[in-house]
């Protein structure tokens, strides 16, 4: 959580803001700017990744189907190189890459993890309004009243394959729920819960030592609020849920509502995981 009026880092978080970009121009002549990017070209499809719209394979998508415009003309070429200074346009706006952010929050009951809500609710973006300039986006979803672990950023490489199932994902709950399971219903949850849109396991089941109305489950699924479906297909209710890990990210120095940055080896932990280049390879890809 950052201070809206102020430049320094909020002395209970340490986070501090991001300037955003005043919007100048660079001096010179259109010539001379292109001139300084001959050797900087970069390839069209990473180039509109960059500016946090879509992944990679989506701008593919976008190019194929004649979305895409390059100082004013259509291409339908993929692979094809542009330099940083040239006009790019998709579905006919403007776009720019944007240097990538990635957040950690430990996401408050009551809030969505939408970008926006149209019932006035309180979502995920409302905690970091104008904490970085930058258009992020929650990797996957964490239902209203579920508290934890939520990463947000502009990355969409990474959050595409986060959030796909072949590459599974650790995510791990801690469940507090109104009776104790017994160890038959342990086994149940290792082995696989019947649900209406195929069966759900945990790879990973414990019951905690001192409260044992609280389970631990460690998951790879990514449905729809499956944990709680679970319970619910055990007979018992869920009183509380909350996701204290995701992937090698872990909850701990993160207070409720409250978030930071990811550190670079923490990033390139989640690239390595998902098979993608580490940051030092980013703009040389």
Same mark, same amino acid.
């Given at each position: &959580?950052?201070?809206? $009026?102020?430049?320094? @880092? ?6 501090? @803001?991001?300037?955003? !970009?005043?919007?100048? $121009? ?9 001139? !300084?990017? #001959?050797? /900087? ?24 189907? +004649? ?5 004013? $003309? ?23 890459? /944007? ?5 950690? *929050?430990?996401?408050?009951?009551? #809030? ?12 995920? *973006? ?24 939520? %990463? ?5 490489? %990474?959050?595409?394959?986060? &959030?796909?199932?072949? =590459?599974?994902?650790?995510?791990? =709950?801690?469940?507090e729920i109104s009776r104790m399971l017994t160890d038959e219903e342990l086994t149940q949850l290792r082995t ?5 849109? +195929? @069966? ?15 389970? #631990?489950?460690? &998951? ?16 018992? /209710? ?9 992937? @090698? ?22 690239? $390595? &995981? ?7 390879? %980013?703009?040389? !890809?």
């Amino acid at each position: &959580m950052t201070d809206r $009026k102020s430049n320094k @880092p909020d002395r209970r978080t340490g986070n501090r @803001p991001y300037k955003k !970009s005043s919007g100048n $121009k660079p001096k010179g002549s259109e010539q001379e700017r292109a001139a !300084s990017t #001959t050797s /900087e070209t970069i390839r069209l499809n990473k180039y509109i990744a960059h500016a946090g719209i879509c992944s990679r394979r989506d701008a593919d998508t976008f190019i194929s189907e +004649g979305k895409v415009r390059v100082n004013g $003309k259509v291409v339908t070429e993929l692979g094809l190189q542009v330099n940083p200074g040239d006009r790019i346009t998709v579905s006919g706006q403007k776009i720019e890459p /944007e240097p990538f952010v990635y957040i950690l *929050m430990n996401k408050p009951r009551d #809030t969505i993890t939408t970008t926006s809500d149209e019932k006035g609710r309180r979502t995920v *973006m409302d905690l970091i309004e104008n904490a970085t300039g930058q258009r992020l986006y929650p990797v996957g979803r964490l239902d209203r009243n579920t508290t934890g672990l939520i %990463l947000l950023t502009n990355d969409g490489d %990474l959050a595409n394959r986060l &959030m796909h199932p072949s =590459y599974k994902v650790r995510k791990v =709950y801690d469940v507090e729920i109104s009776r104790m399971l017994t160890d038959e219903e342990l086994t149940q949850l290792r082995t696989g819960i019947p649900l209406e849109d +195929g @069966p759900a396991k945990a790879y990973r089941v414990s019951r905690h030592t001192v409260y044992l109305n609280v389970v #631990t489950l460690s &998951m790879h699924e990514g449905r729809n609020r499956v944990v709680r479906r679970m319970m619910e297909a055990l007979g018992v /209710e869920v009183l509380s849920l909350d996701r204290v890990a995701y992937g @090698p990210l872990q909850k701990k120095g993160i207070r409720v509502g409250r978030w930071r940055n990811l550190r670079k080896n923490e990033i390139n932990e989640l690239r $390595k &995981m998902v098979r993608l280049l580490p940051m030092d390879h %980013l703009d040389r !890809s």
